[in-house]
Nanobody, 122 residues
Framework: VQLQASGGGSVQAGGSLRLSCAASGRTFSSSALGWFRQVLGKGREFVAAISWSDDSTLYADSVKGRFTISRDNAKNMVYLEMNSLKPEDTAVYYC????????????????WGQGTLVTVSS
């Protein structure tokens, strides 16, 4: 499984960005893809996750109502629509995949893409 994240950039507070994660390799039924973020010097934290096969989604409390995760199975793409961005959303964002249902548990994700930097200025 290979994952390629893209779409990061610099925006002002209140703005929006859409991150994309392109997945390739093994088939994705019965698996989930998650977005995580990491600030320099801190641990990686869960943002959102989605199942490839049903409507199951999970969100961190800090992004509920502002971020939306979605997928396009035909294109093997997962998106993270980020609205009402705050300076505290500044981080490197990673996508990751696991075999199983969506979960917040970082250690359960087996495959990781490279990160894409999101910078939100006040």
């Amino acid at each position: 499984v290979q994952l390629q994240a893209s779409g990061g950039g610099s925006v002002q507070a209140g703005g929006s960005l859409r991150l994309s994660c392109a997945a390739s390799g093994r088939t994705f039924s019965s698996s989930a893809l998650g977005w995580f973020r990491q600030v320099l010097g801190k641990g990686r934290e869960f943002v959102a996750a989605i199942s490839w096969s049903d409507d199951s989604t999970l969100y961190a409390d800090s992004v509920k109502g502002r971020f939306t995760i979605s997928r396009d199975n035909a294109k093997n793409m997962v998106y993270l629509e980020m609205n009402s961005l705050k300076p505290e959303d500044t981080a490197v964002y990673y996508c990751a995949q696991r075999w199983g249902a969506p979960t917040e548990e970082i250690i359960l994700y087996e495959y990781w893409g490279q990160g894409t930097l999101v910078t939100v200025s006040s």
